[in-house]
């Protein structure tokens, strides 16, 4: 049981980035699945999380208005991460995450942890 992150890269300040994020075949259904960040010295933190409870979506601060976080409908543990307006401070690796207990913005409890996929936003 595992989580692939994929599709992050270089872009342009005021770009967009999507990434996706997968579950290894045969994995339960995950209740929340989340992204979270990390650049080097510092502690990883949360970005946004979906739930299964509709309308169930959390972003940090610093995100809101400019990062979306979806779930696909058909393959229930997928889960994108549109990024659009990005800032050089949204540098960082980019982790998805899997959590079946609430607190969604909490780091504690999530159980499940993608590889990481570098975004480094830079002119």
């Known amino acids: 049981v595992q989580l692939q992150a994929s599709g992050g890269g270089l872009v342009q300040p005021g770009g967009s980035l999507t990434l996706s994020c997968a579950a290894s075949e045969g994995t339960p259904n995950i209740y929340t699945m989340a992204w979270f960040r990390q650049t080097p010295g510092k502690e990883r933190e949360f970005v946004a999380a979906?739930?299964?409870?509709?309308?169930?979506?959390?972003y940090a601060d610093s995100v809101k208005g400019r990062f979306t976080i979806s779930r696909d409908n058909n393959a229930k543990n997928t889960v994108s991460l549109q990024m659009n307006s990005l800032k050089p401070d949204d540098t960082a690796v980019y982790y998805c995450?899997?959590?079946?207990?609430?607190?969604?913005?909490?780091?504690?409890?999530?159980?499940?942890w993608g590889q990481g996929t570098l975004v480094t936003v830079s002119s």
């Open positions: 979906a739930s299964w409870r509709p309308g169930s979506k959390h």
């Open positions: 995450a899997a959590k079946d207990t609430q607190s969604p913005m909490i780091i504690r409890g999530y159980y499940l």
